[in-house]
């Protein structure tokens, strides 16, 4: 992995454990108290998630350029819209049964080698990103800097895909395809995790 993403990595690691004290329970509408450090804490201490983020950057590396830059693009913007309708109070049918299952099928197509048409390899991101922005916003009312918190979580999500792609980048080498068609199996499995309530 090239240093800036090991910097990179290393440093979410850091700001995760330094907010752990002040963590709140994810999606749960309540004792979100700050702005941008809870809305960036966010994304990053909800390990579904993270897993849903990192996915997409690595699903991205490994069907290349354009999609490696394109689905990083596609998922805050359509998250951002998912948010919307959480702040405005639309429901959104079984969001965190949807936020788990973005973890499995991003694993899974990760594993199979997955390469849809780009349009399509979208349409999939931008579904899913939908549930998570959801998520977000729904807890957004509650900050006490609503528009900190959201430039939080987005800036978190950027990050994140950017870890993704930075594990993914090695996939043109085959031990580093191996690896990272394994990584999707694994994102996989621990998706299925969190929607049986195991992890």
């Keep these: 992995m090239p240093d800036f993403f090991r910097v990179l990595f290393a440093s979410l690691l850091l700001a995760g454990a330094a907010l752990l004290p002040s963590l709140a329970l994810a999606h749960t509408g309540t004792s979100v108290a700050g702005g941008f450090l809870s809305g960036f804490s966010h994304p990053i201490l909800g390990w579904d998630h993270v897993l849903a983020m990192v996915a997409v950057g690595l699903w991205g590396a490994f069907l290349g350029a354009p999609a490696m830059w394109l689905l990083p693009v596609v998922f805050p913007l359509v998250m951002?819209?998912?948010?919307v309708l959480g702040i405005v109070g639309v429901p959104v049918p079984a969001v965190e049964t949807g936020i788990a299952a973005s973890a499995i099928v991003l694993g899974l197509l990760i594993a199979f080698a997955a390469r849809p048409p780009l349009w399509i390899a979208a349409i999939i991101v931008g579904a899913f990103a939908i549930f998570h922005g959801h998520a977000h916003g729904t807890e957004l009312p509650y900050a006490a800097n609503s528009f900190a918190y959201a430039v939080g979580f987005v800036i978190a999500t950027g990050l994140l895909h950017l870890v993704g792609i930075g594990f993914g980048l090695?996939?043109?080498?085959?031990?580093?395809?191996?690896?990272?068609?394994?990584?999707?199996?694994?994102i996989s499995m621990v998706g299925f995790g969190f929607l049986l309530g195991l992890a």
């Design 80 to 83: 951002a819209f998912g948010a």
């Design 170 to 186: 090695p996939v043109k080498k085959p031990a580093g395809r191996i690896a990272v068609r394994a990584a999707g199996g694994i």
